[in-house]
């Protein structure tokens, strides 16, 4: 999470996942930060490197022919021609 331009992780506290809640962070008198999550106070860590973007792959151009039915195909014909007056 980010606050003030500041990158944060929260460690994991428990087996469970997290359920998607907000996270009250709070910045004392003297600077520090404390996190709260359903009233409790829970650990984080400030990252200081931010991960490097994976490049961007070029996707393999992938060339998809439009399909077009078949000049005998049935959709091809009148409606009429189809079903002959008996």
Do not use: C
Not at 29 to 42: N, V
Not at 55 to 67: F, G, R, T, V, Y
């Amino acid at each position: 999470m980010r606050y003030e331009n500041r990158i944060f992780q929260v460690t994991r506290q428990s087996n469970l996942p997290p359920v998607k809640k907000r996270v009250a962070i709070l910045k004392r008198l003297d600077g520090s930060l404390w996190m709260e999550y359903r009233g409790q106070e829970i650990q984080f860590k400030e990252l200081t490197e931010v991960s490097p973007e994976k490049p961007d792959q070029e996707a393999p151009e992938i060339k998809q022919d439009i399909w077009r039915p078949a000049s005998d195909h049935p959709w091809r014909k009148s409606f009429k021609k189809m079903f002959p007056p008996k």
